[in-house]
């Protein structure tokens, strides 16, 4: 088919946390002074070692951490980002995508073992309190960890970089790369990102307007995607850069019954896809509420995918 590589990954890949998670939380202390017990006992303290802990919100790791969930121009200078959720957490630790700058735990609870080596020891216990302000959630019912990562080095945002040196670093002979267009909803944005991971494309380009995909929204519908496959922050300039360079064919997601240009809209036939199988691609897909971006509509070939079940369509 036209948008696959390879088979998507097994469903028990994005499932196995839950083990680990229930063990958590029958870890979690249940007499107030058990925490200084399950501290003396926690391997992330070495003899001699006291326990970090943070009881006010006006500490400056709180604060820094709360400026990494809130703002993408702050994540990007510190080159760090925030993971609300043991289960996220688990999960791409596992996978091995992201090294643990701080991981920050509720008071009373024990530092699960297998993140211990990855954060190094450095294992910060909290408040309800803190641990409300990081995550902005009111209850901490499923906030028992948030994390503080490494972006990871193959994200490109090419307002601070080298077009050229940005995009070959990112996308080396890319046949299939999916840009978002607008895209400003970050759970969609984290779905877009984790499909074309499952489907083995080569990256993801952002163009303006669209959300960051290291929003904690975002990072948690991409289900560690977006630590894995290379993502690109450029306008349209460096996208025809792109294409240029590679020699890709633009491809645009449009609806035919839309006005604005569905004259020119393909359906995504048998043969249109078969057509399109040799050939390096970059499919354009727009925001929800606004769709496609003039630029995008004059740029591209448009194409629609037939929703009436007929069978044979792709």
């Given at each position: 088919?036209?948008?696959?590589?390879?088979?998507?990954?097994?469903?028990?890949?994005?499932?196995?946390?839950t083990?680990s998670?229930?063990?958590?939380?029958?870890?979690?202390?249940?007499?107030?002074?058990?925490?200084a017990?399950?501290?003396?006992k926690?391997?992330?303290?070495?003899?001699?070692?006291?326990r970090?802990?943070?009881?006010?919100?006006?500490?400056?790791?709180?604060?820094?951490?709360?400026?990494?969930?809130?703002?993408?121009?702050?994540?990007?200078?510190?080159?760090?980002?925030?993971?609300?959720?043991?289960?996220?957490?688990?999960?791409?630790?596992?996978?091995?995508?992201?090294?643990?700058?701080?991981?920050?735990?509720?008071?009373?609870?024990?530092?699960?073992?297998?993140?211990?080596?990855?954060?190094?020891?450095?294992?910060?216990?909290?408040?309800?309190?803190?641990?409300?302000?990081?995550?902005?959630?009111?209850?901490?019912?499923?906030?028992?960890?948030?994390?503080?990562m490494?972006?990871?080095?193959?994200?490109c945002?090419?307002?601070?970089?080298?077009?050229?040196?940005?995009?070959?670093?990112?996308?080396?002979?890319?046949?299939?790369?999916?840009?978002?267009?607008?895209?400003?909803?970050?759970?969609?944005?984290?779905?877009?990102i984790?499909?074309a991971?499952?489907?083995?494309?080569?990256?993801?380009?952002?163009?303006?307007?669209?959300?960051?995909?290291?929003?904690?929204?975002?990072?948690?519908?991409?289900?560690?995607?977006?630590?894995?496959l290379?993502?690109?922050?450029g306008?349209?300039c460096?996208?025809?850069?792109?294409?240029?360079?590679?020699?890709?064919?633009?491809?645009?997601?449009?609806?035919e019954?839309?006005?604005?240009?569905?004259?020119?809209?393909?359906?995504?036939?048998?043969?249109l896809?078969?057509?399109?199988?040799?050939?390096?691609?970059?499919?354009?897909?727009?925001?929800?509420g606004?769709?496609?971006?003039?630029?995008?509509?004059?740029?591209?070939?448009?194409?629609?995918i037939?929703?009436?079940?007929?069978?044979?369509?792709?």
């Amino acid at each position: 088919m036209l948008l696959a590589r390879a088979p998507p990954p097994s469903p028990s890949a994005f499932n196995s946390p839950t083990i680990s998670v229930r063990a958590f939380h029958r870890r979690r202390l249940a007499a107030p002074g058990a925490a200084a017990t399950a501290a003396s006992k926690s391997p992330s303290l070495r003899v001699g070692q006291k326990r970090k802990q943070v009881a006010s919100v006006a500490n400056p790791l709180v604060k820094h951490c709360v400026k990494l969930r809130d703002s993408a121009a702050y994540r990007r200078s510190c080159r760090r980002l925030v993971l609300v959720g043991l289960a996220p957490i688990l999960e791409i630790c596992r996978l091995g995508l992201a090294a643990i700058d701080c991981l920050l735990l509720l008071d009373g609870a024990e530092v699960p073992g297998e993140l211990h080596e990855l954060s190094g020891g450095n294992v910060v216990y909290v408040s309800a309190t803190v641990m409300k302000k990081i995550s902005g959630m009111q209850s901490v019912d499923s906030t028992e960890a948030i994390a503080v990562m490494h972006m990871p080095k193959h994200f490109c945002d090419l307002g601070d970089d080298e077009g050229g040196a940005g995009l070959d670093a990112s996308f080396q002979s890319p046949k299939r790369i999916l840009v978002l267009d607008g895209i400003q909803d970050p759970g969609n944005l984290g779905t877009l990102i984790r499909s074309a991971c499952a489907f083995k494309w080569d990256g993801v380009f952002l163009l303006p307007a669209c959300c960051d995909p290291f929003n904690e929204k975002a990072l948690r519908a991409a289900r560690g995607a977006s630590l894995q496959l290379p993502i690109v922050s450029g306008n349209w300039c460096d996208l025809h850069d792109l294409v240029t360079r590679y020699g890709m064919k633009m491809l645009a997601g449009h609806p035919e019954s839309s006005s604005d240009g569905s004259e020119r809209t393909h359906t995504l036939s048998n043969e249109l896809a078969d057509s399109l199988m040799s050939e390096s691609l970059c499919l354009v897909l727009g925001s929800e509420g606004n769709g496609l971006s003039e630029e995008t509509v004059q740029a591209c070939d448009l194409v629609s995918i037939p929703m009436e079940g007929h069978g044979n369509q792709r």
